[in-house]
């Protein structure tokens, strides 16, 4: 008898534990890995994006100021305007590249908070999954 008691105790433990509930908090983590993943590679994207138009534009700045001038006095326009020009487009390029920044970290953010919830009520439903099977086999025992 008390062999019997012993197996169904065992088999009591093991039914405790769920594996759908912990593969469904796996997915949940994998399926943030997935989001996060896509959330970076876009900022990737992007910045690479904006750092090339911005190399591009600087080329180009650098071909119009080194052209042969007229006028000796042209030179000194010249001059200026590439300083002006590039000091416009430092000031763009560092704007949409914290931009990117910006946005990559507020979508970070609202993942990971999202991912905490979920994660949480996921483990909770599981713990009290558990707890409830527990206290039934106690219960029965008793």
Wanted: hydrophobic fraction near 35%.
């Amino acid at each position: 008898m008390a062999k019997q008691n012993t197996k169904s105790a065992i088999n009591d433990i093991q039914s405790l534990f769920d594996p759908q509930g912990y593969q469904n908090a796996f997915k949940t983590w994998a399926q943030t890995g997935e989001h996060m993943t896509a959330i970076t590679t876009e900022a990737a994207v992007r910045s690479t994006d904006i750092a090339s138009d911005s190399a591009k534009e600087a080329f180009t700045n650098l071909r119009e100021v080194s052209q042969v001038r007229e006028q000796p006095a042209d030179y000194g326009k010249a001059y200026t305007d590439f300083v002006q020009k590039q000091m416009d487009l430092f000031m763009r390029t560092a704007k949409a590249m914290s931009d990117v920044s910006q946005k990559t970290g507020t979508e970070a953010g609202e993942l990971a908070t999202k991912a905490t919830e979920d994660l949480s009520q996921k483990v909770s439903a599981n713990a009290q999954g558990a707890a409830n099977k527990a206290a039934s086999a106690a219960s029965k025992a008793a």
